[in-house]
């Protein structure tokens, strides 16, 4: 939906009638990174403070854990519940959000990837990132599980559309195939990979960790390594899940139930390692809001927008009828639905 008509929309409370309409379904919000001016690539500190500030006036803000043992109890949830939620665990999210949730006295889950806090890894995903924006490489072509691909680096843009497609042929991969094409793609970028991740790509520390954990912050799991947990061995599932709790455990001195699935990927083996790792409840990636119905161990959450009239409308529940009735359409008309 163009912005313009958006903006109009929001102020004159078009969206009012769906979020009182949802109200008895719980919003979780997700983010990822942080910035403090306008980038277009993340959440601006400016921004942020704009959707807390909607947040507290239109909602309740809790725990993920608050909204996690209502769905647990199969009961009617309270109305206007949101949770907040970040992932990954960069070190924006101590400098720029943390800053900001604490100013507005609002609780959060950090959901962190241990060996990328304890210095042993990077974000594979910002490894293409870095590559496509640090390459002097214009232009190549690559063949991915037997998919040819032509790629242009000639701008800022450009680059970064170029990591993302690339991200996403390489999700499809299994995790050690994942790992050789990497290796390939730097090589024929002409480009090395630093064993740490360089200094826009850093994690918080753990005692920055250990600070917003005792400040309201919960810090979570998002695995040891953050691979698609659906394209690992069944030992290395049960490693990325207990050894990334356990060591959360060993650091933060009390026990870790949240859970947050990287890329959002799942199946039934995934769910069942999940739970037997101890986990109670756990995030995916799939939008929507969460009722009694939910399946704790793969709640839905909202990918929070780039600026206030988008939130407005994804959080009221706006977004999410309208890709309903588009899909209900497209079934009637026999119209591919994507």
Request: aromatic share 8%; proline share 5%; with cysteine.
């Amino acid at each position: 939906m163009k912005r313009a008509v958006l903006n109009l929309m929001m102020r004159t409370n078009a969206f009012a009638p769906f979020r009182r309409a949802n109200r008895g379904k719980a919003l979780v919000l997700m983010y990822h990174r942080f910035s403090l001016e306008e980038d277009g690539a993340a959440t601006s500190a400016r921004t942020f403070n704009e959707q807390l500030e909607y947040l507290k006036s239109h909602y309740t803000i809790v725990p993920l854990a608050k909204i996690a043992e209502h769905v647990r109890d199969g009961a009617n949830l309270p109305p206007g519940l949101a949770a907040i939620t970040i992932d990954d665990g960069f070190d924006d999210a101590y400098e720029i959000a943390f800053p900001l949730l604490r100013q507005h006295g609002a609780p959060a889950t950090l959901f962190v990837i241990t060996d990328f806090l304890d210095r042993k890894a990077w974000m594979w995903t910002d490894k293409m990132r870095f590559l496509t924006s640090r390459t002097e490489v214009e232009e190549f072509e690559l063949t991915i599980d037997g998919r040819q691909r032509r790629f242009e680096l000639r701008g800022k843009w450009s680059r970064l559309d170029a990591a993302t497609r690339l991200n996403e042929m390489l999700k499809k991969l299994p995790d050690e195939e994942k790992e050789e094409e990497i290796k390939r793609i730097a090589s024929i970028l002409g480009m090395k990979l630093p064993d740490l991740p360089p200094l826009e790509y850093s994690p918080v520390t753990w005692e920055q960790a250990r600070e917003m954990d005792g400040a309201g912050i919960e810090i979570a799991s998002h695995t040891l390594t953050h691979p698609i947990l659906t394209n690992v061995s069944d030992e290395r599932l049960r490693r990325e899940l207990t050894g990334s709790r356990s060591r959360l455990e060993e650091e933060l001195g009390h026990e870790v139930r949240s859970f947050c699935y990287p890329n959002g990927n799942l199946d039934e083996r995934v769910l069942g390692a999940t739970s037997a790792a101890g986990y109670d409840h756990a995030v995916a990636t799939l939008p929507g809001l969460n009722d009694e119905r939910s399946d704790p161990l793969a709640l839905k959450r909202i990918s929070a927008a780039a600026d206030l009239a988008h939130f407005v409308q994804s959080t009221s529940g706006f977004e999410q009828m309208k890709n309903r009735l588009r899909g209900s359409r497209a079934e009637v008309l026999g119209e591919p639905v994507y």
